[in-house]
């Protein structure tokens, strides 16, 4: 009776599993998977997980997709390209395999990747993005982000970037000197006042744009006799240095964290940041300019935070979260 029983569950267990299935409100999304022999017609607005939480590799561009909803079962993803549909929305929370994005022409106001920790490759141009957090995405090669509405752009933690299309957006300032592998940078039409390509590395670049930012006076570089024989595509206006008068600030963006003050700073090892009247919930971590985490504390309804810095001198910075939004300071040791 027993074994007979077992029988019966395992028969059981076995359809339930079979007949699990996922969402497709997208009769375009539904189509494109048909076409690649992952689903079968008639369009019935699901599709059998058992057929997609394998696939490594999935390509549906220029499909006229409005909803990529499903999308988050394909578990097993680490190349996805949704390119040139008409997305709004794209939630890839669930796919922390992936290492390739291109979600590019498309209407996105937003993209999280904050749990996508493992890309390489993010190809996110052509939409509508005012803002792009890349501080978790430690492993990014290659960012093409051009043609969006971007203000600013942090990619202090990017270290191992090589390529970056950040053109025809609406940045004031940026500074990849932290970028010690980059090879090819493109800013042209922004509206840059500051701009450091001092990343001990400009020997090796193939290439490197920056006209298109009438404001931009100088241009901070690590040898002013190469990059004049070689980078032409600057403004008249603009010219190369080795020690630019107007520090960039590394592309950070406040945010709404209340910060009233950090001091001192240059510091020679303790340094204080003042939260304002509001107590607030942060979590402060220290890194180097090698993207080494140096601290991790959580603070609990506070004002004030005292950080000692035990390590070398040079720059290090500071970041801090607070109820999802992100701050990071640039602290120097002297």
């Known amino acids: ?3 007979l029983l077992s029988f019966f569950l395992l028969i059981t267990l076995s359809s ?11 009769a375009n999304f539904e189509q494109a998977l048909i076409n690649l ?13 058992a057929n997609i939480n394998t696939v490594s590799s999935l390509n549906v561009s220029n499909k006229n997709i409005t909803n990529l909803t499903g999308i988050e079962d394909f578990t097993s993803l680490t190349t996805l390209n949704c390119q040139t549909n008409q997305l709004t929305n794209l939630d ?3 796919n922390t395999a992936l290492t390739d994005l291109d979600c ?4 996105l106001t937003s993209i999280d990747i904050s749990q996508n920790t493992a890309l390489t490759w993010l190809s996110c141009y052509n939409n509508l993005l005012s803002s792009l957090n890349v501080i978790q995405n430690t492993n990014l090669v290659y960012l093409f982000c ?3 509405q971007l203000t600013s752009l942090n990619i202090i933690q990017n270290i191992s970037l090589n390529v970056l299309y950040c053109s025809d957006n609406q940045l004031i300032e940026i500074d990849v000197s932290q970028n010690p592998t980059l090879i090819n940078f493109w800013c042209n039409d922004n509206l840059l006042t500051c701009l450091n390509v001092k990343n001990g590395n400009n020997s090796n670049f193939t290439g490197f744009q920056a006209y298109n930012n009438p404001n931009l006076n100088c241009i901070e570089v690590d040898n002013v006799t190469y990059s004049n024989t070689n980078w032409s595509l600057i403004d008249i206006g603009a010219s190369f240095s080795t020690n630019c008068t107007n520090p960039c600030a590394l592309g950070i ?9 950090v001091y001192p700073n240059p510091t020679t090892g303790n340094f204080t940041i003042d939260l304002g009247k509001v107590k607030q919930d942060i979590k402060a971590t220290l890194t180097n300019s090698l993207g080494q985490v140096i601290l991790t504390e959580n603070y609990t309804s506070t004002n004030y935070i005292n950080i000692d810095i035990e390590g070398s001198k040079g720059i290090y910075f500071l970041q801090l979260e607070s109820n999802g ?3 990071t300071k640039k602290i120097i040791k002297e």
């Open 1 to 3: 009776m027993k074994t």
């Open 16 to 26: 339930l599993t079979i007949a699990q299935t996922t969402a497709i409100p997208d």
């Open 37 to 49: 022999g992952l689903d079968i017609a008639p369009i019935n607005g699901s599709i059998p997980t």
């Open 92 to 94: 890839i929370s669930q």
């Open 104 to 107: 590019g022409v498309n209407q």
């Open 146 to 148: 051009h043609s969006n």
């Open 253 to 261: 963006e406040e945010n709404n964290i209340s910060i009233s003050s």
């Open 325 to 327: 939004e992100v701050t």
